[in-house]
């Protein structure tokens, strides 16, 4: 059965305007506000939305069920626990990451590909406390946690992430050992018939974006994802998705290595041109984000081509604005990312690092040469606990006093990576040793800054540690 859609959901004279559609329809002109489709398409999808908008040969694909979760992927939401169980990453200590606190996929601002994780959940004993937290909270739940903790099996394994409450549907990869909340749904494909770099690129492309906008709105959760219609064959466009997406991964990783909240921050970015003035540094860094803005562009405008050629679209996307139907708008070479690098942002950010510097959390020797930061982590990988940039001990953890790591110390593992092993440090699959006392400056006096150690905090005890320190910061304001 074929039914008729006559769009007036944003007419101020619905009246007027229905006439002139039929009028006009009676005369064989074509109307932008009339949309005829089969029932048997939109009845297809779940919830039956009223999808008259959308593409029809994404429709159609719909109708025959050639959709992801047919295709060995799906999508799941996780943690949906109090947020009294949610930590931002600075706020708890870096040896209990990995361990008791995991780091969380969570719902953020639109970013295509990459953005960092900011946020650890506590999962010590597999969420033990969290689920206890559910069954007192929820006593109607009788014990089954299981409604707000969900998808476990899941959980730490490498896959893809996406915001779930959002305009623009964009998605991210997910490194390993990650948990993911409710507003951080994640996705996950077998590779049987799609893998992840270029399901990365097609769930990112601007007619995926358009389809979800359609059908589920602003809240788009995982049964929607897994529905998303799909051509069967796909394999021929794999390699042209697969190598636009790791670009664009790359790019975007590589500046937030200039980001201090980053897990992967290495130095400031006004240090990437340390020999020049910090001006003619920030200038420098400004170009390198206009450079990267171009490029990401370029990209989705490649990906948006491929994906409009693979699902056979030859009419262009509508959309409904508020003075009638559009085009929806594709990738703009002249449109700019947000990194969140403005001219302020990074001399705030350079002095920031410096204070940083003083108290011990960065190792100033790593900003003045790049090289001694250990290797980056595989994008899949588990992120590393401590940014490469921080100030370290021998045990790869915040540097204590007496425990700053030597430059030795910083070469070695940049080369390959270590192992500690009955006081001496190994390289793996080499016999290569570095002795113990080769691994920690002799005194603090040979790192190149005085480190501030104790006396900034609140309460930060005496040398004696039975009464304040003389330079606690309540003791100065006093």
């Not at 921080?390 to 270590?418: F, T």
């Not at 080499?430 to 900034?456: E, F, H, K, M, S």
Request: charged share 25%; aromatic share 10%; net charge negative.
């Amino acid at each position: 059965m074929e039914i008729t859609f006559i769009h007036l959901l944003r007419s101020d004279d619905k009246v007027l305007d229905l006439l002139n559609v039929v009028s006009e329809t009676a005369r064989c002109k074509v109307n932008p506000l009339l949309f005829l489709m089969q029932n048997k398409l939109f009845t297809s999808i779940e919830g039956c939305p009223l999808a008259y908008r959308a593409p029809r040969q994404m429709l159609s694909l719909s109708t025959k069920k050639q959709i992801l979760s047919t295709k060995g992927v799906v999508a799941r939401q996780g943690i949906g626990a109090s947020t009294r169980f949610h930590r931002l990453v600075w706020e708890v200590p870096s040896r209990l990451i990995g361990s008791y606190w995991f780091h969380m996929a969570h719902g953020t601002s639109p970013s295509k590909f990459y953005k960092p994780t900011t946020h650890v959940f506590l999962w010590a004993d597999d969420g033990k406390e969290a689920k206890a937290d559910i069954v007192h909270r929820y006593p109607y739940l009788k014990g089954n946690y299981g409604f707000k903790i969900q998808a476990e099996e899941y959980y730490r394994k490498p896959g893809l992430c996406y915001g779930k409450r959002t305009e623009n549907f964009t998605v991210q990869i997910m490194p390993s050992n990650h948990v993911f909340s409710f507003e951080g749904t994640a996705i996950f494909t077998d590779g049987s018939f799609v893998d992840d770099w270029s399901l990365l690129a097609l769930l990112n492309s601007t007619p995926i974006d358009h389809w979800l906008s359609i059908i589920c709105a602003e809240h788009k959760a995982y049964n929607y994802v897994e529905a998303i219609p799909i051509p069967e064959d796909t394999r021929k466009f794999h390699f042209a998705l697969r190598e636009k997406a790791q670009n664009s991964w790359s790019l975007q990783r590589n500046l937030d290595t200039c980001n201090p909240t980053s897990p992967v921050f290495v130095r400031p970015a006004v240090m990437n041109e340390i020999e020049k003035t910090l001006r003619s540094s920030v200038d420098a860094f400004t170009m390198n984000i206009k450079a990267a803005n171009a490029a990401l562009a370029r990209i989705q405008i490649e990906i948006d081509d491929v994906v409009i050629h693979l699902y056979g679209l030859t009419e262009p996307l509508h959309v409904v604005e508020e003075d009638g139907i559009t085009d929806v708008e594709l990738a703009d070479e002249d449109k700019d990312y947000d990194f969140g690098y403005d001219i302020s942002a990074l001399v705030y950010q350079y002095f920031d690092y410096l204070i940083g510097v003083l108290l011990g959390r960065w190792d100033i020797r790593i900003a003045l040469d790049p090289s001694l930061a250990p290797k980056l982590p595989d994008p899949f990988a588990p992120l590393p606990v401590c940014p490469p940039g921080m100030l370290v001990g021998p045990d790869g953890l915040p540097a204590q006093p007496g425990g700053i790591v030597s430059e030795e110390w910083l070469r070695k593992r940049a080369e390959g990576g270590m192992q500690y092993a009955d006081g001496i440090w190994t390289i793996p699959n080499g016999d290569d040793l570095l002795p113990t006392a080769l691994c920690v400056l002799l005194t603090d006096a040979d790192y190149p800054v005085r480190v501030q150690w104790d006396g900034v905090l609140v309460d930060d005890p005496g040398f004696n540690g039975a009464s304040p320190h003389r330079e606690d910061v309540v003791r100065r304001v006093r």
